[in-house]
């Protein structure tokens, strides 16, 4: 795994041990290809470059739209925002595509994501043009939460494989507390009641799990946490961000940072967790 920071941008999640291969085709295919741009953009809404300020703008207030594109012969050529349009044409309040606010409609979600990070907006081109939007709103969208409950499955499983390979049997019950210890061992013998067949180590919490690997110093500096206090608040961050998507929660407000590190983060999360 890689540390996850939310000051200055995303590390990336650095492998516990040297692997050997790279992640499943299948993986690979879902996390880069299975969701795009095109999966979450709304349609750009937009108008001729003659058309008064003050008429678009009092259509954007009846649509409630914060932006709106403006056509110059026939073609989304820029775009502005609602708060500008208090005089004159469209045209005068035009404003630039660059390169960083714009996607491909066939753009991955970690592209947009990692966009969204810097700018409150990405637009998206397809056919040529821009003709959509996404807004850091359209990340609470079905696509985005699956893919999102996805990556961090795949970094539980990986804390729960490092936590078998390191501390083989019983040796990591004294690393938590007896209060949580017993919490996973009453949910080990439900779950054994219903015949599945499950280890102890799997139904401790995603915290209780980061919480014994992080313990371990060689452990936390493999995984690129240069402190036992950072790989705490990524790993807390990581759980309510999980605990979010899991019970439909916002998972924005709270969550952006962590949201942008771990989809910047991706491409390591798939190659620890296939092998």
Known sequence: MHALTTNGGPDQIRPCE???????????????????????????????????????????????????????????????????????????????????????????????????????????????????????????????RMWLFGLVTLVEETFTRILRDRFPGDTWHGMITRARLEAAQRLHEERTRRNEHLDLADCLQFGDKGLILFKDEGIRMEMGFESRTRAKEVVRNLQKLRNNLAHSQDIVAGNLETIVALAGSMDRVLEVSSV
């Open 18 to 144: 040297e692997k050997q291969g790279g992640p499943t085709l299948q993986l690979h295919r879902f996390f880069k290809t299975g969701f795009t741009a095109a999966d979450i953009a709304e349609p750009m809404v937009s108008w001729d470059s003659s058309t008064t300020a003050e008429t678009v703008g009092k259509q954007m207030d009846i649509l409630d739209f914060d932006v709106a594109g403006i056509r110059i012969g026939g073609a989304v050529s820029g775009w502005c925002s609602r708060e500008d349009l208090k005089d004159g044409r469209c045209i005068d309040h035009l404003r630039s595509f660059f390169d960083s606010s714009v996607v491909s409609a066939v753009a991955p979600l970690s592209d947009v994501i990692s966009r969204l990070g810097c700018e409150p907006r990405v637009f998206v081109i397809a056919f040529g043009a821009v003709g959509g939007i996404i807004t850091r709103a359209d990340l609470q969208k079905a696509p985005v």
